[in-house]
């Protein structure tokens, strides 16, 4: 066990070019460990949209609503005082206790008889996880150094496809073997213990002890200021912005890719146990594995990297994109739906190392809060939200397929999050060439 020490952060000379230790690992891999669990827990919804439909009388637009709109509420919005009180406390306790709730509120969601108490429990879900990421990203920050932090992160940002895969995997079994309601409880309880490992496993690290020593240590940073600089950044904002627009079509199809591979192309829940985690652990998770070593590599020679890699990637994905929505069968449909997986998710290490890279070591946890407030309220807010809600209305007209018609219509948006990355990319070189000759950054 790493330590017991979970008080005060400990004071360490700055090290810019210092090697990550076994302790950075190890907090590492726990951090991942707790997204994983983030990301299973918010996902199992999604995944077992099916029978919670059929067992609640549920429509589309109503799971929408549960993954989307109400999640999100609470989730972007309670982020923004977490971050500011990590960034002002102990990041490690603020974690523990955030994991905590989110995992008792997955239990309660098993106990649900109606669609009100389904809800209630969600928006606590979304309470808890606001706690999640935001201090993981400063943590990490404050264990890795800057040439190290592309690939810190990307690891830590696997968490979402192997959450997304484990609870594919578990999720689905549990509920073919016990019911979907289990799968909430069981889950949910692996949670609850993990939150104690995390206290007494991780410890938390020196703030800024890593960074170059140009960059600018206050000890204190007031919330009006933080809030100033991240909204008064372009950059800052049009990576948010890009961020939002492409978690539109990865929120969007994501509540709804097994429901819809399920009722339209005939998968069934052992299926999916299966194959649909495959590709989500050989895609999204290959994805975001290079998307960090790319990051890493580009961004050294470029800031513009953090625009250009999103933008390259997300245009790639189009036309597998429209493949999968189109596929006869589940097994085409899937073999191409690696393609959207694999390179749908560039965008998370790129926006996230280049906001944690750009701002002062005290304004970490709250300028990563604020970048997930605006790109979940966004694409996790309305992703899912419109997805179901387009489902509703095209049932109208073809009850066959209304959700490929739904998912069809999500296009626009990866047009939409080009636009802005290769607007990022512009910004950045901006930056880059007024930098090097004296001019202050706008």
Known sequence: MASLDIGEPVVAPPRPQALPGLRAWIALACLCFVYVLNFLDRQLLAILAKPIEDSLHLTDGQMGLLGGLYFALFYCFISIPVGWLADKSSRVRVLTLA???WSAATMACGAAGSYAQLAVARMTVGFGEAGGVPPSYAIISDYFPPRRRGMALGIYNLGPPIGAAMG??????IAVTLGWRYAFVILGAVGVVTALAVLLIVREPARGALDPA?????DKASFGATLKMFFTRRSLMLAALGSGATQIITYGMGNFATLFMMREKGMTLPDVAVWFALALIVGMGGGIYASGRLVDRFAQRS???????PAASLTLAVPLYLLFVWAPTWPLALA????PLFLNYFYLTASVALVQQEVRPDQRVMS?????????????????????AASDHFRATDPQQCLQTALYTLVPFYILAIALFVWLARVLAREERSAGKGVPRP
């Open 99 to 101: 994991c905590a709730i």
């Open 168 to 173: 594919v995997a578990f999720g689905a079994s």
């Open 214 to 218: 140009a960059i600018p240590r206050a």
């Open 303 to 309: 800031k513009a990297a953090y625009g250009w890699l």
């Open 336 to 339: 191409f739906l690696l393609g």
């Open 368 to 388: 990563g809060a604020l970048l997930l407030l605006v790109m979940n309220f966004i694409g996790m807010g309305l992703g899912p939200t419109y997805v179901g």
